[in-house]
């Protein structure tokens, strides 16, 4: 890195804490075009550290927010792939700017292991996660459609049939040219063409969204109704994130 790049730390707590205390995860830098800089992940037990080196000399507001949208996709993947867990909160505690002049920084008393136990089971779900950023990042489409089903895992209510279902209609979003009509109808015959579906295979869900779209907030969900709904979308998503994968790679 050159004097010209600065180096913006940023620190989050995970929560509950009993939830994290085997985590223990170091990365590569992962550089992003849409952002014009790298990203170092840490995660010790529960605290998550993010390095963003910018290439731009951005303002710290644009690195704050840009760090914390590269967080919130880093969690949305992680929740995804640990889906027989509820997602993990997060919220950032503090903050230090780190110029090139300047030698060492310690922040708060964040202990750094020497040879961080990438390989713990308790890491899978970060270290896939991380696998997909660029795709992610690249496409808002499949940026919405893990946000909407993370949602859907942590609703208690019938509401999470809605966000089950926006899951869906973000993944058929990515095929769709336009806001015609016509070409939302195209879009969803070239979507399920191209995954492997037909539109039966989601008329229960379909169902299930309308029937308590409007409902009463205290309506009780059917724990084998909406594990089901979950499973059938969740797998839904994984073929999205295949295809993106192998078109990212014939491109």
């Known amino acids: 890195m050159s004097d010209a790049v600065s180096t913006y730390i940023f620190i989050y707590r995970l929560a509950p804490e009993n939830r994290c205390n085997n985590l223990r995860y170091e990365s590569e830098n992962y550089f992003s075009e849409n952002f014009a800089a790298e990203f170092r992940l840490l995660i010790w037990q529960n605290m998550l550290t993010i390095h963003y080196e910018d290439k731009a000399r951005v303002t710290f507001e644009i690195a704050r927010r840009r760090a914390h949208l590269f967080v919130k996709m880093l969690m949305m993947g992680r929740a995804f792939f640990n889906f027989s867990e509820r997602p993990l909160d997060y919220y950032p505690t503090q ?50 459609a893990l946000e909407d089903f993370v949602s859907s895992m942590s609703e208690a209510s019938p509401d999470a049939y809605f966000y089950a279902y926006r899951t869906v209609e973000d993944i058929r979003s990515h095929f769709q040219a336009s806001d015609e009509d016509t070409d939302r109808k195209s879009a969803w015959n070239t979507m399920n063409n191209t995954l492997g579906y037909r539109e039966e295979d ?48 014939d491109a």
């Open 95 to 144: 903050w230090v700017e780190f110029q090139p002049q300047i030698q060492r920084v310690v922040v708060g008393n964040i202990s750094h292991e020497p040879n961080p136990d990438t390989q713990h089971p308790d890491n899978k779900s970060f270290s896939e996660s991380e696998k997909i950023l660029p795709l992610v990042s690249e496409h808002a489409s499949l940026r919405r």
């Open 202 to 249: 989601y008329d229960e869900l379909v169902r299930l969204s309308e029937k308590h779209r409007h409902g009463k907030i205290d309506e009780f969900i059917d724990p084998k109704s909406a594990s089901r709904q979950l499973a059938f979308v969740r797998g839904m998503l994984e073929r999205f994130i295949r295809y993106l994968a192998a078109e990212q790679v």
